[in-house]
């Protein structure tokens, strides 16, 4: 079995391997940067592991592996121009770098490279795994519009945006997983077990990232805090605390989310001390926590050895301490 440091290290050997198009060396440098500034690879290193449960040889799951991280990379990319955002993993942004032009032209090339990059999968997995990245992908992009739309909109359920961090963040994990397994030549079921494993578990990673962005070290989470409060982002816990505030409290949060609050630094500070006064962060914590218990309990059920997944839940374990 391999370790995830190692897959880690062959995803990265793999990414610095892909080529570009001389006659248009601007249109790659930006895909370069974005690619070789940090990210932890969890998505591809998911993938291999989730190959390596069914299999030991994993060579023909690496460029579908490192497809799905261009494609994540792809919408960092856009993610960060229609945020606005200066900074990504420490560093600056491809639109803060480049401008935005560049940045969308880069972005769209990078979703054409990792198809191609899908398409590399064993033939007879190639049809399955091209109809689960191009559902994935479209879910992805619905998960988006369901975030821009929310931005917009005066109130939104708990539901309404569990469903959405479904889509924007969790199905690309889920899917990850799922092609492993499907280049594994896994049975359906464990296919679908670890499809809710990685579904389960992006969902706990994104309230995660929603209390990071609140709570979280600036150095530690490679950007800085509060962005999210500053954009009146639809998080989980802007969501729980306009379904619980009420009264006085409830009247100073939506004055803070109006317009007219150009001091960023009152304005988180203060949205920050509502949501310590409603207890909002422990409730995010442990609806996260609740939904790694259930990614648990799917990952128990893939019939193989306990120690073939062992690598795979330590993975997992590791996340649940970054709030922390």
Request: net charge neutral; with cysteine; hydrophobic share 40%.
């Amino acid at each position: 079995m391999f370790t995830s440091e190692y897959l880690r290290e062959l995803t990265d050997k793999a990414i610095a391997s892909l080529g570009g198009t001389p006659e248009a060396e601007k249109l790659f440098e930006p895909v370069r940067y974005i690619m070789s500034i940090g990210g932890k690879r969890l998505r591809p290193v998911m993938c291999l592991l989730s190959c390596n449960i069914f299999r030991d040889k994993i060579d023909e799951a690496v460029m579908p592996a490192v497809g799905i991280e261009v494609f994540h990379n792809f919408t960092l990319i856009h993610d960060d121009i229609i945020d606005k955002a200066e900074v990504r993993r420490g560093s600056p942004t491809v639109h803060a770098k480049w401008g935005p032009d560049q940045a969308v032209l880069s972005g769209d090339v990078m979703a054409f490279v990792a198809v191609e990059c899908i398409g590399q999968a064993p033939e007879k997995t190639l049809p399955k795994a091209l109809k689960l990245f191009n559902r994935t992908a479209i879910e992805v992009c619905s998960g988006q519009q369901l975030d821009l739309d929310y931005e917009k909109k005066g109130v939104v359920s708990e539901a309404e945006y569990l469903r959405m961090i479904e889509l924007k963040t969790a199905v690309l994990v889920a899917a990850s997983l799922k092609m492993g397994a499907i280049i594994g030549d896994a049975s359906e079921k464990d296919q679908d077990l670890l499809y809710e494993f990685g579904r389960c578990l992006g969902i706990a990673f994104q309230i995660q990232d929603d209390v990071l962005d609140t709570y979280g070290d600036t150095k530690m989470f490679g950007k800085k805090t509060g962005s999210d409060i500053v954009a009146n982002k639809k998080t989980y816990l802007l969501v729980k605390a306009l379904e619980m505030a009420g009264g006085n409290r409830l009247t100073r949060l939506r004055k803070l989310l109006g317009p007219g609050n150009n001091d960023p630094e009152t304005k988180v500070r203060e949205v920050r001390a509502i949501y310590d006064e409603l207890d909002i962060r422990l409730k995010a914590e442990n609806l996260a926590y609740d939904y790694f218990n259930r990614a648990f309990q799917a990952l128990d059920q893939v019939s193989v050895n306990a120690e073939r997944k062992n690598e795979l839940k330590q993975l997992a374990v590791n996340l649940i301490g970054r709030v922390k």
